[in-house]
Structure formats: structure tokens, C-alpha cells
């Protein structure tokens, strides 16, 4: 018989439970008192507590080590209890952003073959619409009112267990932790393994980024930050937002959570970070507690970095980050680094310089090439071909917060991993360099390279050229017709009351002044970029580049 498992990192929020056990653990929204939201919390012993009923429940119903399970609750004290209830005994929890679109979730879901299924009355309408797609579910639990399906709710287990936790023993390092999906906002969807190894470095690469200083208080807006930060003993609040539209976030709220309980570290996307800008700016507020602002999700505008150091303190801290599902963290630079001549470098095309390699996280570029890469002694063999594309190759990382291999699809791990003894190195599919300084500069990614006559552009390093015209809110680099002829086009958001004419005029003069750009002869106004699901921050340049081609075929 298989003994009962656990993730062993979990032991760090029991202490917690033990030693501080009215500590708030999540605060989060419910309704409201007058225009601000209220607030509520759980504290550690009551999280604790319920997350133990969830497991004895679970396993009561068959739900063990290597069971995977998808969860689809939004962010909220249940979704923390299911989480941590599902690493106490094993579990596999199964976690996609339904933003991605309702046919393309089924698909992924589909895939990894589920045997419970944990979610609110929408999420298990789309499990009986699509009950083929579930056929291998046992197990369900409704977070909210149970409507026309059978099975457990949530609500009615209680928040005590009925006795004393069952000895459980740590998995290994490498047995499956969670299966987390990549938006897809690139390129197909892709199911990650996380093992309990890759978590657990996780946890002390967030600390060492913090300096070693424990968060005391965090504002979560990704879910996987949360559990992280409550395994470090952190108050996590979370502010009223849609995981889907993190961008419609109303930044008094936010501003208003940070103020009202201390927070002292934040995680948030561009999306999130320039709209509280805005506010802050025009609503000027200390937040004297906030020491640490960590971004990710997308390059966050070095204007928005600037912009927040003039409206915070002197002494806070702003970092932008890079990392995937595949590995977080990546790397980081703080904003005083960044403003040490980088911006102006990027300015010249140089790339967005995203910082160096996170701790103990090892990072190299590999030559440009849509093939697979089975093993490192075809590294080498390519190795020539990055005096081509200006040293400029694919992010490969390696490291033990690194996934190494993808559930679904297979096709995944011929693609996106590269052996190199007993190594995995993980293929970013994202284009930089790496300076002689060991810093990283991003250039775009690996999938929306232009592919001109004359050879490759790429996106981020041309944008970063043009979006310091006035009137520019952002550029994005496309290429119109097939891949080694393609022609570059520079599509173009404006800043409100901007003139069109003379922006796009000024947009040629710019261009005209760097060998990099002159290439590009066609200027396009668009109303507005389609962005990423999730962080509602990357471009959509693939839809980007059909419009494009429809607007210059109109042309004639």
C-alpha cells in the first residue's frame, strides 16, 4: 500500500499556525461600506483547520497522493483552503486560466484526465456540458450552491476536522506538486509539471529576492504568490479584481488596501501597476508601509517604473520581474539599476535588460531555430549561427525551480527541453543576449520574430526605439506576408488627444535615425492592441499582424 504523501514545505505554514495562530493569514473583500470595499479575514489556525477538514475529506472519497485535481475557484480564502488541503495529502491540483476561451479550456482539461474536480456552479456547468471531456472525474466538490449535478459542497464540510491530522510522509523532490497551464497568448497552450522540488525552491528564491526580510504584509494578485507568501508567514491581501480582467481593477481600491492594512510587498502585472500610477498621480496617497513592488507578467514601461518612484517613497523598492509558468522566478532588476543608463540603451535598441539570472537559476542563449534541440552537443553545433542575429539566440534556464518536463503535450518536451547530461534546460522561446555583465536583455519573443529579406527583427528591441515619441502609448513590430520575406510593419497606439498625422510622422523620423529601423516603411494607427488573458499586458502581435496585412491590402 502507497503511504499517505504531503509537500513538505507546508510544515513551514504549520508552524506558523502553531506560533501565530490569530495571525491573519488571507484578508480578502466582502462587499462594501460606502464607495471602498470591506474586508474580512481568516487567520492561520482557522486556515489551517479548514484546509485539514478539506483533506480528511478528500481522502475520504478517494482523493490521494498523484490525484490530479482541477480547481477552478477564484481568488478567495476557499481557493487557499482547497490548495493547501490538496498539497496536505498529495494531490496534484490541475489550475487554467478560463479566460483563455470556454472551448480551448475544455480541450486542455481534457487532457490531463482528472479525477476530481473542485470549482464554482459555472465551472461544473461546463464539466456536465462537456461531461466526455470529464469522463474520468469521481470526485466532485461545488464551491457556492449546487445546481443540477450531484456530488459534495464545499460549504457543507465545515471548517473543523473531526480528529487529529493521519501521519503523512513528504513526497519525493520529483513527484508532480501541480499542473499549471501557460495562457496559450503565444502559442498553444502547454500543461507544466511542477514538482514538489520546483515549489519548494520557489519558496526560497521569493525570500532571497526579498533581501531575506519576511513580506509581513503582501498584496496578492496571482494566486501562486499567495501560497508562497503564506508559507513565509505573510498577511496576504486581496484586493477586489477579475483574474480575467485584471486591468479593469479600479486603483483606489488598490491604493486603499495597501494603505488600510500596511501592506509592505506587492506583486502586480503592467496591467495593474498603470492605472495605479494614474491614480496616484492625480490623487496623491504615501503609502508609507509599501517597501517592494514586484512586476511581472509582461515588460513593464520603464515610464511606469519612473512614474513610481516619483509618486512613492524615496526608499521603495521596484523590481521588474521575468519569469513563466515554466520558472519563477527568472530574473530581476530593480528600478535604480535600471535608470543607471539601461533605459537610455534600450532606447537605442538595445533590448529591455530584464537584470540578471535569479538565485541559483543559470541562463544562456541558444541560436535562433524553430527546430528541437534534442541535447547540448547540438547546442554547440548551432553555436555559430548566433554571429547572424548580433549574439542575439533563445533564453535557455536551468535551475531547480525549473520545470523539466510538460504533462501535454508531448510534442512540448521535444520542442521546449534540451538534455544535456543529467541537466534539463528549459527553452523560453524568448529572443535576448547576455551582456558581459551577466545581464539578460530581453528582445522579444522567439515566435513574433519579423523574418525580412534582409534577415531577422525583433520586437521589443524595434519598440523600444519608437515608443519614445510623443504621443506614442505603445508599438508593436509585426511582419505581413511569408517568413523570409516578410515585410515589417509598426503598428501604433496613441495617447489620448494625440495628433495621428503628426505621430505617425514623427514615428518615420525616428525610424529613419537607427540602421535597426530603417527597414520599416509602413505605419499603422490601431485603436487599441488585443492583449493576454492573464495579464492583460503582452500584445497580441499574431492578430495584430492579420489586421495589418488586411489595412496595407486595402491599401492596394
Given at each position: 500500500?502507497?503511504?499517505?504523501?504531503?509537500?513538505?514545505?507546508?510544515?513551514?505554514?504549520?508552524?506558523?499556525?502553531?506560533?501565530?495562530?490569530?495571525?491573519?493569514?488571507?484578508?480578502?473583500?466582502?462587499?462594501?461600506?460606502?464607495?471602498?470595499?470591506?474586508?474580512?479575514?481568516?487567520?492561520?489556525?482557522?486556515?489551517?483547520?479548514?484546509?485539514?477538514?478539506?483533506?480528511?475529506?478528500?481522502?475520504?472519497?478517494?482523493?490521494?497522493?498523484?490525484?490530479?485535481?482541477?480547481?477552478?475557484?477564484?481568488?478567495?480564502?476557499?481557493?487557499?483552503?482547497?490548495?493547501?488541503?490538496?498539497?496536505?495529502?498529495?494531490?496534484?491540483?490541475?489550475?487554467?486560466?478560463?479566460?483563455?476561451?470556454?472551448?480551448?479550456?475544455?480541450?486542455?482539461?481534457?487532457?490531463?484526465?482528472?479525477?476530481?474536480?473542485?470549482?464554482?456552479?459555472?465551472?461544473?456547468?461546463?464539466?456536465?456540458?462537456?461531461?466526455s471531456s470529464f469522463r474520468k472525474v469521481r470526485t466532485t466538490?461545488?464551491?457556492?450552491?449546487?445546481?443540477?449535478?450531484?456530488?459534495?459542497?464545499?460549504?457543507?464540510?465545515?471548517?473543523?476536522?473531526?480528529?487529529?491530522?493521519?501521519?503523512?510522509?513528504?513526497?519525493?523532490?520529483?513527484?508532480?506538486?501541480?499542473?499549471?497551464?501557460?495562457?496559450?497568448?503565444?502559442?498553444?497552450?502547454?500543461?507544466?509539471?511542477?514538482?514538489?522540488?520546483?515549489?519548494?525552491?520557489?519558496?526560497?528564491?521569493?525570500?532571497?529576492?526579498?533581501?531575506?526580510?519576511?513580506?509581513?504584509?503582501?498584496?496578492?494578485?496571482?494566486?501562486?504568490?499567495?501560497?508562497?507568501?503564506?508559507?513565509?508567514?505573510?498577511?496576504?491581501?486581496?484586493?477586489?479584481?477579475?483574474?480575467?480582467?485584471?486591468?479593469?481593477?479600479?486603483?483606489?481600491?488598490?491604493?486603499?488596501?495597501?494603505?488600510?492594512?500596511?501592506?509592505?510587498?506587492?506583486?502586480?502585472?503592467?496591467?495593474?501597476?498603470?492605472?495605479?500610477?494614474?491614480?496616484?498621480?492625480?490623487?496623491?496617497?504615501?503609502?508609507?508601509?509599501?517597501?517592494?513592488?514586484?512586476?511581472?507578467?509582461?515588460?513593464?514601461?520603464?515610464?511606469?517604473?519612473?512614474?513610481?518612484?516619483?509618486?512613492?517613497?524615496?526608499?521603495?523598492?521596484?523590481?521588474?520581474?521575468?519569469?513563466?509558468?515554466?520558472?519563477?522566478?527568472?530574473?530581476?532588476?530593480?528600478?535604480?539599476?535600471?535608470?543607471?543608463?539601461?533605459?537610455?540603451?534600450?532606447?537605442?535598441?538595445?533590448?529591455?535588460?530584464?537584470?540578471?539570472?535569479?538565485?541559483?537559476?543559470?541562463?544562456?542563449?541558444?541560436?535562433?531555430?524553430?527546430?528541437?534541440?534534442?541535447?547540448?552537443?547540438?547546442?554547440?553545433?548551432?553555436?555559430?549561427?548566433?554571429?547572424?542575429?548580433?549574439?542575439?539566440?533563445?533564453?535557455?534556464?536551468?535551475?531547480?525551480?525549473?520545470?523539466?518536463?510538460?504533462?501535454?503535450?508531448?510534442?512540448?518536451?521535444?520542442?521546449?527541453?534540451?538534455?544535456?547530461?543529467?541537466?534539463?534546460?528549459?527553452?523560453?522561446?524568448?529572443?535576448?543576449?547576455?551582456?558581459?555583465?551577466?545581464?539578460?536583455?530581453?528582445?522579444?519573443?522567439?515566435?513574433?520574430?519579423?523574418?525580412?529579406?534582409?534577415?531577422?527583427?525583433?520586437?521589443?528591441?524595434?519598440?523600444?526605439?519608437?515608443?519614445?515619441?510623443?504621443?506614442?502609448?505603445?508599438?508593436?513590430?509585426?511582419?505581413?506576408?511569408?517568413?523570409?520575406?516578410?515585410?515589417?510593419?509598426?503598428?501604433?497606439e496613441l495617447k489620448p488627444e494625440a495628433d495621428g498625422a503628426?505621430?505617425?510622422?514623427?514615428?518615420?523620423?525616428?525610424?529613419?535615425?537607427?540602421?535597426?529601423?530603417?527597414?520599416?516603411?509602413?505605419?499603422?494607427?490601431?485603436?487599441?492592441?488585443?492583449?493576454?488573458?492573464?495579464?492583460?499586458?503582452?500584445?497580441?502581435?499574431?492578430?495584430?499582424?492579420?489586421?495589418?496585412?488586411?489595412?496595407?491590402?486595402?491599401?492596394?
Amino acid at each position: 500500500m502507497t503511504s499517505a504523501t504531503y509537500w513538505a514545505a507546508i510544515d513551514r505554514f504549520r508552524a506558523f499556525a502553531r506560533t501565530e495562530p490569530d495571525r491573519e493569514a488571507v484578508i480578502y473583500p466582502d462587499g462594501t461600506s460606502g464607495d471602498l470595499p470591506s474586508y474580512r479575514h481568516v487567520s492561520y489556525r482557522e486556515l489551517d483547520d479548514w484546509s485539514e477538514t478539506i483533506a480528511e475529506r478528500l481522502t475520504a472519497a478517494g482523493v490521494g497522493s498523484g490525484t490530479r485535481t482541477i480547481v477552478l475557484v477564484l481568488p478567495s480564502p476557499e481557493l487557499y483552503a482547497i490548495l493547501f488541503g490538496l498539497l496536505k495529502i498529495g494531490a496534484v491540483p490541475v489550475v487554467i486560466d478560463p479566460g483563455m476561451g470556454l472551448r480551448k479550456m475544455v480541450h486542455c482539461l481534457r487532457a490531463v484526465e482528472a479525477e476530481a474536480f473542485i470549482g464554482i456552479p459555472p465551472a461544473h456547468a461546463v464539466r456536465v456540458l462537456f461531461r466526455s471531456s470529464f469522463r474520468k472525474v469521481r470526485t466532485t466538490v461545488t464551491v457556492g450552491k449546487r445546481w443540477f449535478w450531484r456530488g459534495e459542497r464545499l460549504a457543507a464540510w465545515g471548517r473543523r476536522p473531526s480528529g487529529a491530522a493521519p501521519q503523512r510522509v513528504p513526497a519525493p523532490a520529483d513527484d508532480v506538486l501541480v499542473i499549471g497551464f501557460t495562457t496559450g497568448s503565444t502559442g498553444p497552450a502547454k500543461a507544466v509539471e511542477l514538482t514538489h522540488g520546483n515549489l519548494a525552491s520557489m519558496i526560497d528564491q521569493v525570500h532571497t529576492a526579498r533581501g531575506e526580510v519576511a513580506p509581513e504584509t503582501s498584496l496578492i494578485t496571482l494566486p501562486l504568490v499567495g501560497i508562497l507568501d503564506l508559507l513565509l508567514g505573510s498577511r496576504c491581501v486581496l484586493p477586489p479584481l477579475i483574474p480575467s480582467k485584471v486591468g479593469s481593477t479600479d486603483p483606489a481600491h488598490v491604493a486603499h488596501a495597501i494603505e488600510k492594512f500596511g501592506v509592505r510587498t506587492m506583486f502586480a502585472s503592467p496591467a495593474l501597476l498603470i492605472p495605479l500610477l494614474r491614480h496616484l498621480q492625480q490623487q496623491p496617497i504615501e503609502l508609507k508601509t509599501l517597501s517592494s513592488i514586484y512586476s511581472g507578467g509582461a515588460p513593464v514601461p520603464d515610464w511606469c517604473i519612473a512614474g513610481l518612484r516619483e509618486v512613492l517613497a524615496e526608499d521603495v523598492r521596484i523590481f521588474a520581474g521575468y519569469g513563466s509558468t515554466e520558472a519563477l522566478p527568472m530574473s530581476l532588476i530593480e528600478s535604480r539599476e535600471l535608470f543607471g543608463g539601461l533605459v537610455e540603451r534600450a532606447h537605442r535598441g538595445e533590448g529591455t535588460c530584464i537584470g540578471r539570472a535569479a538565485d541559483q537559476i543559470d541562463a544562456r542563449v541558444v541560436a535562433i531555430t524553430d527546430a528541437a534541440i534534442p541535447d547540448w552537443a547540438r547546442v554547440e553545433e548551432l553555436a555559430g549561427e548566433l554571429e547572424s542575429s548580433r549574439g542575439i539566440g533563445e533564453l535557455v534556464v536551468a535551475g531547480p525551480n525549473v520545470s523539466t518536463h510538460y504533462y501535454w503535450p508531448e510534442e512540448a518536451n521535444r520542442q521546449g527541453k534540451i538534455a544535456d547530461s543529467d541537466r534539463i534546460w528549459h527553452r523560453t522561446g524568448d529572443l535576448a543576449r547576455i551582456d558581459a555583465e551577466g545581464r539578460i536583455w530581453f528582445c522579444g519573443r522567439k515566435s513574433q520574430r519579423v523574418e525580412t529579406a534582409d534577415g531577422p527583427m525583433f520586437t521589443v528591441q524595434v519598440e523600444q526605439i519608437f515608443n519614445t515619441v510623443a504621443g506614442v502609448a505603445r508599438t508593436a513590430l509585426v511582419g505581413v506576408g511569408a517568413r523570409g520575406a516578410q515585410r515589417p510593419v509598426l503598428c501604433f497606439e496613441l495617447k489620448p488627444e494625440a495628433d495621428g498625422a503628426a505621430v505617425g510622422a514623427a514615428l518615420r523620423a525616428r525610424g529613419r535615425e537607427f540602421e535597426l529601423t530603417r527597414p520599416i516603411a509602413d505605419f499603422l494607427s490601431h485603436p487599441g492592441f488585443p492583449v493576454d488573458i492573464r495579464h492583460n499586458a503582452k500584445i497580441g502581435r499574431e492578430q495584430l499582424s492579420q489586421w495589418a496585412a488586411g489595412q496595407i491590402g486595402k491599401r492596394g
